[in-house]
């Protein structure tokens, strides 16, 4: 269900890209530049510069009130920057909505869930994306296709037209991330999809994240708190402390003590220049 006005086309700003006009964008997906984001007197974001490439998975790890919602729920269309832009393909994007996000291939697993308890299973998985064969919803096809996506992700709900409400956390968390995933979105933004879940559920997303790498075709940010989770399915890993990002490191070139070391290492080095400016 799209709005009139919100098309695709109109978040992109100005012309198409030439490939001479955008001599650093070399095979990524998304540049974030410049970006910051205040809420009346917090500032949330300062000067935020990342990227993607295609096809690759990148990690952003980083205490609580860092920032990392923040910078997803920009990257959705959920919300604009105060300042700076986003690149998507080589173009500027100003998103209006979320709608507007999906349809240039974005979408997003929020941290607080966008499932509504009263609708079952299949009707949240087709919630504003629903089949038809018009005029008619096409529930047949509809529940078809949630009960594969679902087998296929390994995921077992045992009445998908049971109401959510009945689920749990896991479970409604796996339901959130098959539909972003069967939306085949070109960057999927996955906010903390692993924290309501118990291991084994844990490892089927893991999994799921591991196996879509391998496919090539989608770009993944997610956030997550296990150092060691996000090594296992991360190319890259971006470190975001107090709006910025600190720490932009190769999986390969990392391990889990040394993100612990980094951080632990940022948190005296930003403590200490409190204390001075305090004194
Ligand atoms: N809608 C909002 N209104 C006011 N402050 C907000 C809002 N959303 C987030 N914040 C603040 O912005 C900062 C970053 O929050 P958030 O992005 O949620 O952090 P994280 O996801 O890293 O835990 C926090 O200080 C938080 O309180
Ligand atoms: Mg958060």
Known sequence: ??????????????????????????GDILHVEHVSKSYG???????????????EVLGLIGDNGAGKSTL???????????SGR???EGQEVRFKSVDQARSLGIDAVYQD?????????VQNMFLNREKVTWPLLNRRAMRKEAQEHLSEIGVQIPDINAPVSQLSGG?????????SVFSNPK???????LAAMGVKEGSLILDLITQLKARGEVSIIIIAHNYGQVLEVCDRVNLIQDGRITIDKRSDETSADELTEMVVAEYRRALQERQQRAR
Do not use: H, W, Y
């Open 1 to 26: 269900m799209t709005e009139p006005g919100r098309s695709g086309q109109e978040a992109r700003v100005g012309q198409e890209p030439r490939a001479d006009q955008e001599p650093n964008f070399n």
């Open 41 to 55: 007197a917090v500032t949330a974001l300062i000067d935020v510069n990342l990227r993607l490439a295609k096809g």
């Open 72 to 82: 997803l729920k920009i990257l959705c269309g959920f919300q604009p920057p105060s």
């Open 86 to 88: 986003i690149v998507l």
């Open 113 to 121: 869930l966008a499932l509504i308890p009263q609708l079952s299973v």
């Open 171 to 179: 479970q409604r968390q796996a339901i959130a991330v098959a539909r």
């Open 187 to 193: 960057i999927l933004l996955l906010d903390e999809p």
